[in-house]
């Protein structure tokens, strides 16, 4: 248990960038102090430019912890795999189902490749999923709501992940930065991480979808395991002999080159 208030401050900068967001009550309750001393520490800690306070808690404000790709460098790298794997991951949907797309270029992929199905319910936390959905105008589209981070056109935080964990949908399907055998699934931006498992939860079947380039890498914070997973959709990048470590979930589909 942190003694000094250095200590304890460190405490609560390795807690936020741990889960992505904390709230200044379980802080309290996890290091014995009362919500006065949090605020203070977060106070502290908020000018060192080392969290950013909100909501009754704080994200992580490390630019390795908060910075991504921005989008329109995304969308260009490795499009026809994307493509690719969007059109198998659409294939899993039955008209008429609930899904939940999470943000990224080739989570934006199985957004596109849905323009054949009818009736689907689709719940986004990316903002350029929404608008390639609503382009189609054949389903019914809900944002999350949350924070923005706008280089990548993601909502996140606690009001995004809170509207997730009072869902059940029929399908997810996330992204990943990292996929490897030992540490499962990988982001690099932590405070994306409690949304991304609420979506794990909130849903019947769960699927990853990244390209063969995310392979083989750990980003730095774990979202689960591949057991967690009904699908890890890929393209056929990833070498034979290396396949058969991510198990019987994996699915590797061709890409026309």
């Known amino acids: 248990m942190p003694q000094t208030p250095a200590e304890r401050r460190q405490a609560i900068l390795d807690q936020v960038r ?11 309750s996890a290091l014995h102090v009362d919500s006065s001393t949090i605020r203070r520490d977060m106070e502290r800690l908020e000018r060192a430019g080392l969290i950013r306070r909100m909501h009754g808690g704080a994200l992580p404000a490390d630019p390795a912890d908060t910075i991504d790709t921005p989008w329109e ?3 260009s790298q490795h499009l026809a795999e994307k493509t690719a794997i969007g059109e198998a991951a ?6 008429g189902q609930t899904v939940l797309i999470d943000n990224g270029s080739t989570a934006h992929q199985v957004a596109a490749a849905l323009s054949d199905h009818r009736g689907l319910t689709v719940v986004t936390n990316d903002l350029m999923v929404a608008l390639c ?12 709501g949350g924070l923005l981070l706008d280089t990548v056109f993601t909502l996140v935080g606690p009001i995004a992940t809170q509207a997730v964990e ?3 949908v029929d399908w997810a399907f996330l992204g990943a930065e990292g996929v490897e055998p030992e540490a499962g699934i990988t982001n690099i931006n932590v405070v994306e991480i409690p949304l991304k498992r609420a979506m794990l939860a909130a ?8 390209d063969s380039s995310k392979f083989g890498r750990r980003s730095l914070a774990t979202v689960c395991t591949l057991d967690d997973l009904d699908a890890v959709i890929t393209d056929d990048g990833v070498p034979l002999e290396d396949r058969g ?3 019987a979930t994996l699915r590797c589909v061709p890409v026309a080159r």
Request: aromatic share 4%; net charge positive; proline share 0%.
């Open 203 to 210: 849903a019947q079947n769960a699927a990853v979808v990244a």
């Open 18 to 28: 741990g889960s992505g967001y904390v709230r200044a009550v379980d802080l309290s």
């Open 90 to 95: 659409a294939a899993l949907v039955e008209d």
């Open 73 to 75: 460098v995304r969308r």
């Open 133 to 144: 959905l609503r382009s189609q105008g054949v389903h019914q589209v809900h944002v999350t």
């Open 166 to 168: 009072s869902m059940h």
């Open 245 to 247: 470590a991510y198990g």
